[in-house]
């Protein structure tokens, strides 16, 4: 028991000592300024030491805080590119539109300078290979077209109706290989005729007269021979001239003027006779 009392007073003395070191560091520091060095030297040496505590929570708020910006980044992003998409495809629309609308006015233009009656109307369907150039249009009968009449796009001769319905009609083109048309060159007044060979873009001229003085870049038109197309409608432009020493002719190749493969309105040329006829 004597020991432990012993031990007992050890402990006390100490702790009152700091006791009272410590009230009088705190007056001290209360009623004058001579601690300061102290606690700046103090704070200078735990600010290390509180950098490294505090690290780690820092480090974690960073981190989170940079997961949530990219992804913040990556949904405006994505956000971006859907916005991108969209305007492009309006922007494809738009420039489909004006190029549509450019076409209608032409078309629109080529009506005011025929003489003849006309209907507007668009394609169907398109049936191309070199054994059959048809197309399909969405006007017929009940909008006053008949087979025989031809069809023309803003730039010459595509064709002429060769069946139709109440609300459709075959238009066979000018490159079928079954077709043939009456044409006269604008230059010298020479008559022949434009058969289609199965190409788009060639029409054949055969057996022309050695003496007809033929050269690529003649224009021809339609003769109206044979009453199947009216006179004067662009239909090709020769591209070249052929000469055959053995038969004695000239053959030659001619574009077709109008846009076979891609024209989507069209024009119907309905003569006043035929329209008096059908009416």
């Given at each position: 028991?004597?020991?432990?009392?012993?031990?007992?007073?050890?402990?006390?003395v100490?702790?009152?000592?700091?006791?009272?070191?410590?009230?009088?560091?705190?007056?001290?520091?209360h009623?004058?300024a001579?601690?300061?060095?102290?606690?700046?030297a103090?704070?200078?040496?735990?600010?290390p030491?509180?950098?490294?505590?505090?690290l780690?929570?820092?480090?974690g708020?960073?981190?989170?805080e940079?997961?949530?910006?990219?992804?913040?980044?990556?949904?405006e992003?994505?956000?971006?590119?859907?916005?991108?998409?969209?305007?492009?495809?309006?922007l494809?629309?738009?420039?489909?539109?004006l190029?549509?609308?450019?076409?209608?006015?032409?078309?629109?233009?080529?009506?005011?300078?025929?003489?003849?009656?006309?209907?507007?109307?668009?394609?169907?369907?398109?049936?191309q290979?070199?054994?059959?150039?048809?197309?399909?249009?969405?006007?017929?009968?009940?909008?006053?077209?008949?087979d025989?009449?031809?069809?023309?796009?803003?730039?010459?001769?595509?064709?002429?109706?060769?069946?139709?319905?109440?609300?459709?009609?075959?238009?066979?083109?000018?490159?079928?290989?079954?077709?043939?048309?009456?044409?006269?060159?604008?230059?010298?007044?020479?008559?022949?005729?434009?058969?289609?060979?199965?190409?788009?873009?060639?029409?054949?001229?055969?057996?022309?007269?050695?003496?007809?003085?033929?050269?690529?870049?003649?224009?021809?038109?339609?003769?109206?021979?044979?009453?199947?197309f009216?006179?004067?409608?662009?239909?090709?432009?020769?591209?070249?001239?052929t000469?055959?020493?053995t038969?004695?002719?000239?053959?030659?190749?001619a574009?077709?003027?109008?846009?076979?493969?891609?024209?989507?309105?069209?024009?119907?040329?309905?003569?006043?006779?035929?329209?008096?006829?059908?009416?």
């Amino acid at each position: 028991m004597k020991n432990i009392f012993q031990q007992g007073r050890g402990k006390v003395v100490p702790t009152l000592f700091l006791m009272v070191l410590s009230i009088g560091l705190m007056v001290t520091d209360h009623r004058t300024a001579h601690l300061d060095v102290i606690r700046s030297a103090a704070a200078a040496m735990i600010s290390p030491l509180q950098f490294l505590v505090s690290l780690p929570p820092q480090g974690g708020a960073w981190v989170g805080e940079w997961f949530r910006t990219h992804n913040r980044l990556v949904a405006e992003n994505e956000g971006l590119r859907e916005s991108n998409r969209m305007l492009n495809a309006r922007l494809q629309k738009m420039e489909v539109l004006l190029e549509e609308n450019t076409r209608l006015r032409n078309l629109l233009g080529s009506a005011r300078k025929v003489a003849d009656q006309v209907s507007v109307a668009e394609l169907l369907s398109v049936d191309q290979n070199p054994y059959r150039q048809l197309i399909e249009l969405n006007k017929g009968t009940l909008d006053g077209i008949v087979d025989g009449q031809a069809v023309i796009d803003e730039h010459g001769i595509m064709g002429q109706v060769i069946q139709s319905t109440p609300n459709t009609a075959t238009v066979m083109l000018v490159s079928d290989p079954e077709h043939a048309i009456a044409v006269q060159f604008i230059k010298n007044g020479i008559r022949s005729i434009a058969f289609g060979n199965g190409s788009t873009d060639q029409l054949e001229l055969r057996y022309l007269p050695v003496t007809a003085d033929v050269m690529p870049g003649d224009e021809l038109v339609t003769s109206g021979l044979g009453g199947r197309f009216p006179p004067d409608y662009p239909v090709a432009t020769v591209t070249s001239v052929t000469l055959d020493p053995t038969d004695g002719f000239v053959s030659a190749i001619a574009r077709p003027k109008a846009s076979l493969d891609s024209s989507r309105q069209v024009l119907v040329i309905r003569p006043r006779e035929i329209t008096g006829r059908s009416e």
